[in-house]
């Protein structure tokens, strides 16, 4: 079935980085865009970044801009985000998102968030 | 960037009732909305995309209207399954912002 499994998440110090992982199964991961949504406690969602099916396009919160980047490897079905420079404000609960996206005049458009991971949580604390 | 701003932020409800929920764009997005419905410690669940088209699965009960700047969600006969956050979002920026949330509760 189709899933998105994302790791990674931990207790880092304030200035220190992370990796997160979202593993893609039981659809073309490369025909799809993904996007990293984080929600901190009792908060709302927030949207983090997107990459194009094809990683030629990446798009992200000026929350993050410059402190993180994503990525993704189309051969082995895994996007990633790389955390650096935490902050408190940080803190939340990281999902992965799945975009189907579409075409309008040969340019690539993203659309919506139709399947989720159930998050990974990332916790910056001294 | 797009600020999406919902109406009301809570809102109490009995089951059968229709329910509306607002959201405005502060700039237009012709009808690259969609609705997300979120359960506590759950991660969100698509339910309207394009500001009208429901999601394959999602019940009957749930519609989407609107186009510009001003959004509906309507849930035309409450459920017991249907109190939850309800989130907003648009994608006609590559800043694809969500709404601050609209939470659900039994009356």
Known sequence: ?126 | DIQMTQSPSSLSASVGDRVTITCRASQSISGSLNWYQQKPRKAPKLLIYAASSLRSGVPSRFSGSGSGTDFTLTISSLQPEDFATYYCQQSYSTQYTFGQGTKLEIK
């Open chain 1, 1 to 126: 079935q189709v899933q998105l499994v994302e790791s990674g998440g931990g207790v880092v110090q304030p200035g220190r980085s992370l990796r997160l992982s979202c593993a893609a199964s039981g659809f073309t991961f490369s025909a799809y865009g993904m996007h990293w949504v984080r929600q901190a406690p009792g908060k709302g969602l927030e949207w983090v970044a997107v990459i194009w099916y094809d990683g030629s396009n990446k798009y992200y919160a000026d929350s993050v801009k410059g402190r993180f980047t994503i990525s993704r490897d189309n051969s082995k079905n895994t996007l990633y985000l790389q955390v650096n420079s935490l902050r408190a404000e940080d803190t939340a609960v990281y999902y992965c998102a799945r975009d189907p996206g579409h075409y309008d005049s040969s340019v690539y458009y993203s659309d919506y968030m139709d399947v989720w991971g159930k998050g990974t949580t990332v916790t910056v604390s001294s």
